[in-house]
């Protein structure tokens, strides 16, 4: 869990511990996580829409706990008048958090036109196989409008080959075409620097990724893995994340 902790110093500014909470049930419910999970920092604790449970926020994952501390529900609340799911809701928003705070270190396909209608965070791993794929579709993505910024995620984790290879990506003279030739399956030449890929890795592990590419809109939406460039217009269009021509 510690990566939790490192995600909120990394995405989120000064924690917000939540308007409308008593200070004293704050500072308990602060303790008593404390004691289970000592090296997570709680970035707000707010009333939750259930009466009598607390959301309590550690970077990008949503717990709620009972008053007295003695109880935590991880699951999602569902708003049935207005159907909409709360929990999501703060999801994407910590994920709005997370994309914003790293999009100027994540290496950007925009279209030519400098027309940006949208933009896609995607994690990706230079050895997946559908990450290449979706590569190939960028061209198609970049003429809709739509930017493609990637984060790194090295399935293998951080003391592996692959971590290796994104940190060589980063820090290339050119990181477009060093991602562009090792998704082509050229090895990067070694290079290292000040680099982003351990926190994107983090970030990507607090929000769930489990696969690659992961693929997510710039309102924080989870899009899903790999999918053709016609299809994810379609999907984008549909969410009215993307302006149909007219």
Not at 176 to 199: D, I, Q
């Amino acid at each position: 869990m510690r990566f939790l902790g490192l995600l909120a110093a990394l995405f989120l500014a000064a924690p917000v511990m939540g308007e409308g909470v008593d200070p004293a049930l704050k500072a308990k419910l602060t303790k008593t996580l404390a004691k289970v999970l000592p090296d997570t920092e709680i970035t707000s604790i707010m009333p939750s829409p259930l009466p009598g449970l607390y959301e309590v926020m550690l970077g990008a994952t949503v717990l709620y706990m009972s008053a007295d501390g003695r109880y935590t529900v991880r699951g999602d609340i569902i708003d049935l008048t207005n159907r909409t799911n709360v929990t999501e809701e703060r999801r994407m928003e910590a994920r709005i958090a997370g994309f914003s705070a790293q999009a100027p270190r994540t290496i950007e396909f925009a279209p030519e036109s400098g027309k940006v209608k949208t933009t896609l965070y995607v994690f990706t791993d230079l050895d997946c196989g559908y990450c290449r794929k979706l590569h190939t579709q960028v061209p198609t993505l970049n003429a809709a409008g739509i930017a493609v910024r990637y984060l790194a995620f090295p399935r293998a984790g951080l003391k592996s080959e692959s971590y290796d290879k994104a940190v060589a990506v980063w820090c290339a003279k050119d990181p477009r075409a060093a991602l562009t030739a090792a998704k082509l399956g050229e090895k990067p030449a070694k290079a290292s620097c000040p680099n982003p890929v351990a926190s994107q890795y983090e970030l990507g592990q607090a929000i769930g990724v489990q696969g690659t590419p992961a693929v997510y809109s710039e309102n924080g939406e989870e899009l899903g893995g790999y999918l053709p460039a016609a299809e994810i217009i379609k999907l984008l269009k549909e969410e009215a994340l993307l302006k149909a021509e007219g």
